[in-house]
């Protein structure tokens, strides 16, 4: 189905007068468009249905997840489907302006809040996606286990059947067991670069494109540092909000590890040396 022809079709379906479309910078696998109908703007996201299956899905209950505790502003999910071979989904649509002068102590402490949202075990109802690459989330018992079976063996899988030897050793395992923090399982964004926030109509930050679970919270603290994107007044109140196991410090690559697995899964050899390097390290 042509490009235009899915947004009308995706228009009339979610009952929207008059719909005029402007593209959105989007990232490498949705386009994304803005709809101004007669009384209303909404985002719609849109890819190939068979190419990746159940991803606006498991979006849209990542998205419901963390709105729940209704600590952080995330974009409400107005509608998922599929149209032929093309899936959607719509969203509130955000209007932008400038951060206001406590945007970064507010973005800590409803970080803190949104991490102290727990749950029995870790993992999450369903599957989801880290970028274009599947996601699993199994139930675990402990932080570790969840970090190594839902999450650094099956990225080393497949950096294994892309042809990357990475060296993994059985003492890498065994080491990160000991090392990390025995805590609850949190509610995380769990892939949150500076791309993945909003500064909403109010000033205030804006969670999007989740890749959502019940998960060690310092993931996403790691996350946030690997690439840049946020003040460091975010990380002191939070600090002081939810204080931190101590030597947070020293497994930040640990964390970092899983994304940038990621990266090199999806982008290819640029990040391997950081990989091997993270494995050394904790070998």
């Not at 951060?99 to 970064?104: A, D, E, H, L």
């Not at 996350?223 to 002191?236: A, C, N, S």
Request: hydrophobic letters at 40%; a negative charge.
């Amino acid at each position: 189905m042509l490009e235009n022809e899915a947004l009308h079709k995706i228009a009339e379906e979610n009952n929207l007068k008059s719909p005029k479309f402007s593209r959105l910078t989007g990232g490498d696998i949705n386009d994304v468009f803005l709809i101004n109908s007669e009384d209303k703007k909404q985002v719609v996201k849109i890819n190939n249905a068979e190419k990746f299956p159940g991803m606006f899905e498991a979006e849209k209950a990542g998205l419901e997840a963390l709105e729940q505790p209704k600590v952080i502003d995330i974009p409400r999910v107005l509608g998922v489907g599929k149209i032929e071979n093309t899936s959607y989904l719509l969203l509130e649509y955000k209007e932008s302006t400038a951060k206001s002068s406590t945007f970064w102590t507010d973005f800590g402490k409803q970080m803190a809040a949104l991490h102290k949202t727990t749950s029995e075990e870790f993992g999450f109802h369903q599957d989801n996606y880290i970028g274009s690459l599947p996601q699993q989330n199994n139930a675990s018992a402990s932080a570790a286990d969840f970090y190594i079976s839902e999450r650094l063996d099956p990225q080393l899988k497949m950096a294994k059947d892309r042809g990357y030897d990475l060296g993994v050793t059985k003492s890498f395992f065994k080491n990160i067991s000991a090392i990390i923090p025995d805590e609850k399982p949190s509610l995380i964004h769990g892939d949150l670069w500076g791309g993945n926030y909003l500064v909403n109509e109010e000033g205030n930050p804006c969670l999007i494109d989740p890749a959502t679970a019940f998960a060690p919270r310092e993931m996403d603290l790691a996350m946030m540092q690997l690439f840049g994107g946020f003040d460091k007044q975010l990380f002191e109140v939070y600090e002081q909000e939810f204080p931190l196991e101590s030597g947070f410090e020293d497994r930040i690559p640990l964390w970092q590890l899983y994304y940038l697995l990621v990266h090199l899964n999806l982008f290819g050899m640029g990040y391997k040396s950081q990989v091997t390097g993270i494995l050394k390290q904790f070998s």
